[in-house]
């Protein structure tokens, strides 16, 4: 069985990533990542042009059936990733994954990968939720295709964008359209569903210090969610347009489900976090174990066709 795949032309040994965020902070983590022998790639924290420590704890928290964050962007700073991603030693492919602040700091870091010698595939955080007074530029569609306009005016590297949910029919036309206008390599489709909330009965409080208690959803719960934007995004973006599936997967039944609505690669989030590394070789045998049972030899055999009633 041939768990290979690719994006644009940059070839994957699986279609395993980590989710951005999840284990890829720390110069520790993301050697573990590199020298990890069961995930196909590795996607770096988001970066902003210099490090942040993020939003006061708890930030994060374990539910019944996934997680619930609101980070607030903790990374070492742009400089660090991209050092990373171009002078380590690289044993698969590399996503590096960036997030400005603002649209000008979004073309300041674009226009220093441009500049560097790194070769590999960028990805765009247009949807992260829990930053405090910015809100998600890519529900913003006017925005994000202004944005995309100006990118690609100077941008020649294979350029993704990570995308967060969305819930609406008429929503997945429209920023399809503004994406089939621009030669992404990919889309990462989907960051944390924004602004949920847990509540600890006893306590009977919140249980993450920033926002108020409100954060990013991930992990099994999302499941439905993920599956829907990765096919719903499947059916209208050109062929061109790879997509990254992220969101609960937990088994390699899950993943098996993504790529059947159309996903080139997937990642792992939170149970990455909570498993550990091992989830990477678990999954991997378990989606081993589906495509055998059905005479499956490789991705290419199911990708997309989830069949309709
Ligand atoms: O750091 C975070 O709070 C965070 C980010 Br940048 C993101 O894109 N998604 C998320 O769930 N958390």
Redesign the pocket.
């Known amino acids: 069985v041939d768990l290979s795949s690719k994006i644009q032309n940059t070839q994957f040994k699986n279609l395993f990533l980590n989710a951005?965020?999840i284990h890829c902070q720390s110069k520790k983590e993301l050697e573990e990542l590199m020298n990890d022998h069961y995930s196909g790639g590795l996607v770096t924290?988001?970066a902003t042009p210099n490090s942040r420590f993020?939003?006061p704890l708890p930030?994060y928290h374990s539910l019944p059936a996934g997680s619930i964050?609101?980070?607030?962007?903790?990374?070492e700073g742009f400089q660090f990733y991209l050092d990373y991603v171009t002078h380590s030693n690289i044993q698969k492919p590399t996503i590096l994954?960036i997030?400005g602040m603002s649209k000008e700091e979004d073309l300041e870091l674009l226009h220093q990968i441009q500049d560097s010698k790194y070769q590999g595939l960028t990805e765009l955080?247009l949807?992260?939720?829990?930053?405090i007074g910015k809100p998600q530029m890519a529900y913003d569609f006017a925005s994000s295709n202004q944005m995309l306009k100006e990118i690609f005016a100077f941008f020649k590297k294979p350029l993704g964008i990570?995308l967060p949910p969305y819930f609406d029919l008429v929503h997945f036309d429209k920023i399809a359209k503004i994406l089939n206008q621009y030669p992404l390599s990919h889309v990462n489709t989907i960051?944390?569903i924004?602004n949920g909330m847990w509540v600890d009965v006893e306590k009977e409080s919140v249980v993450l210090k920033p926002k108020g208690g409100f954060?990013?959803i991930?992990g099994a719960i999302a499941l439905p969610t993920a599956l829907a934007n990765v096919r719903a995004l499947r059916q209208r973006l050109n062929a061109s347009i790879n997509i990254i599936g992220t969101g609960g997967v937990t088994s390699g039944k899950d993943a098996f489900a993504h790529v059947l609505c159309g996903a080139n690669m997937v990642s792992i989030?939170t149970q990455l976090y909570e498993e550990g590394l091992g989830a990477f070789q678990r999954i991997n045998n378990e989606l081993i174990e589906i495509m055998k049972a059905k005479g499956y030899h490789s991705l290419d055999d199911f990708r997309g066709k989830l069949k309709e009633q």
């Not at 964050?69 to 990374?75: H, Q």
């Not at 949807?127 to 930053?131: A, E």
């Open positions: 951005s965020g924290k988001s993020g939003n930030r964050n609101s980070m607030g962007l903790p990374n994954s997030a955080n949807s992260c939720p829990n930053v990570k960051n944390s924004g954060g990013g991930g989030g």
